[in-house]
């Protein structure tokens, strides 16, 4: 006796996610290389949250956005940003329906891991000028020694004027490294875990070794110091009050032969911030009032006054809700917020961190995480079954290839997003985002692909209705 044949009904019963390339055609190829570029662009000029918030505002203007004034007249259309202390930036396009109807929010952040300079940073070890460090948001120590670093940031003078300090961006620039030992001398280093090889203290910038024309002891940093009074006017108090932060010089650019990648610093979170941006400077009117948050802080936990915690956020919404009578909870418990932040990429090298099924893959788009935490979930908002479902919805609507992921296997570790503090405010909440390939590393990758698809989801969450 055989079996009976029963028709093959795997096609209709089981979920097989397809290669995102499989899923488009010519003409939205054409539309993720544009896009891309002005990615790439944004990426290159944005390496810190300031230059970030800057480099928005100046594309915001130019799509016809105002900015914020308590009390100025607001209707369907109107578009506004509010800078935060010049660190944090929230847009607004005010939407058809009232503020009682909710609004959309789509939050991403714009503060990537780097090395801040100490408050006394500079130092001569041995005739050799250095600045001290003291990194922000979590690295891989080992990754930042050896390789180009420019030097960002602001110096805020004791009368309250701001010196603006770019150094290592322009071609001919001098860069700055954090030295290695050579593998000649490196048995015992070699033998030391990678997290306790290379110590935080020891990552000091080098920035000069010419002594000053004098007697005396520290004539190298007097050298550097009298270098740094004559392009900036500065002293040594001054970096008291000061902000500057060594981070990654390797320029942006496409990676692999097909060109489809792109390599470069801080796509956390820069690629979901610019998904966003161009979202809403691409908006006409939307059915609800749609809120773009650049946020600050998100990599040393969303504290502080720029960071998603403070109330800077609510006190913006709740000067758009009074011009409309709204209380803001009452818009709050309406809205919804898609937290833009990027997850972690498949990556074949390292199978060992990830469950395959449930991780996100290159190339598959928009990864969305019904959670994050570490453990048991610990530390998640874990969005409900329902609201994954309207962004299903939605993105199927809106022909979004997206797909779910997971950070990494169950019990290897963890992270977390503003998502839960946007859901603690009693806004229905989720994660979605591009996948990384070497996540908060100095150069990390992404794909083209799922760039574009976390553009084209985000834009899909502001039009639906
Ligand atoms: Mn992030
Ligand atoms: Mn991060």
């Known amino acids: 006796m055989t079996m009976s044949k029963e028709p093959d009904i795997r096609e209709e019963l089981f979920f097989q996610p397809k290669n995102g390339y499989d899923c ?14 002005k990615y790439k662009a944004f990426l290159d000029e944005a390496r810190t949250e300031r230059e970030a918030v800057k480099l928005s505002i100046r594309m915001a203007e130019e799509a016809g956005f105002v900015e914020y004034r308590r009390g100025m007249p607001m209707q369907p259309g109107t578009k506004v940003y509010c800078s935060n202390r010049g660190k944090a930036l929230i847009l607004a396009v005010m939407g058809e329906q009232p503020l009682s109807e909710g609004c959309v929010i789509a939050g991403a952040h714009i503060d990537a891991p780097r090395l801040d300079l100490k408050q006394r940073p500079l130092t001569e070890q041995e005739e050799l000028a250095f600045f001290r460090t003291h990194y922000y948001g979590g690295i891989k120590k080992y990754q930042w020694v050896a390789i180009p670093l420019e030097l960002h940031g602001v110096v805020v003078l004791k009368n309250g004027e701001t010196v603006d300090i770019s150094i290592g961006r322009e071609p001919g620039d001098p860069q700055f490294v954090i030295t ?3 593998p000649h001398l490196g048995a015992d280093q070699g033998k030391k875990t990678l997290s306790e090889a290379i110590t935080g203290e020891g990552l000091k910038l080098l920035i000069g070794s010419v002594p ?3 007697e005396g002891k520290d004539r190298v940093k007097l050298a550097i110091m009298s270098i740094l009074n004559d392009m900036y006017g500065i002293t040594e108090e001054d970096f008291l ?12 650019r496409d990676i ?3 060109r489809s990648m792109i390599g470069g610093y801080g796509h956390d979170d820069r690629s979901c911030a610019f998904a966003e941006l161009q979202a809403i400077l691409d908006l006409d009117t939307p059915p609800r009032t749609a809120v773009c948050i650049l946020a600050d802080k998100e990599e040393t936990g969303s504290d502080g006054v720029t960071g998603m915690l403070s109330q800077a956020f609510d006190t913006f919404m709740e000067d758009l809700c009074d011009e409309q009578n709204v209380p803001l909870r009452r818009c709050f418990e309406r809205s919804f917020c898609i937290s833009a932040d990027v997850c972690n990429g ?8 990830s469950e395959k099924d449930n991780n996100a893959k290159m190339n598959y788009g928009m990864g969305i995480c019904k959670y994050t935490g570490s453990r048991g979930k610990s530390g998640t908002s874990d969005a409900s079954a329902e609201t994954v479902a309207k962004l299903r919805r939605i993105f199927d609507n809106a022909g979004v290839v997206w797909q779910m992921a997971e950070l990494g296997k169950v019990d290897q570790g963890g992270g977390g997003t503003i998502a839960k503090y946007m859901a603690n405010r009693n806004i229905e909440t989720i994660d979605a985002g591009v996948p990384v390939l070497s996540m908060h590393a100095p150069f990390e990758i992404v794909a083209k692909f799922d760039c574009y698809m976390t553009y084209k989801g985000v834009l899909a969450v502001y039009e639906a209705e």
Do not use: F
Request: aromatic share 10%; glycine share 2%.
């Open 24 to 37: 488009i055609d010519r003409e939205e190829r054409i539309l993720i290389e544009e896009y891309a570029e």
């Open 180 to 182: 290695d030992l050579l």
């Open 212 to 214: 000053y024309a004098c």
């Open 241 to 252: 009050s000061a902000e500057l932060a060594a981070v990654p010089a390797m320029e942006v």
């Open 256 to 258: 692999g032969l097909d």
């Open 346 to 353: 498949y990556d074949p090298l390292y199978p060992e961190v």
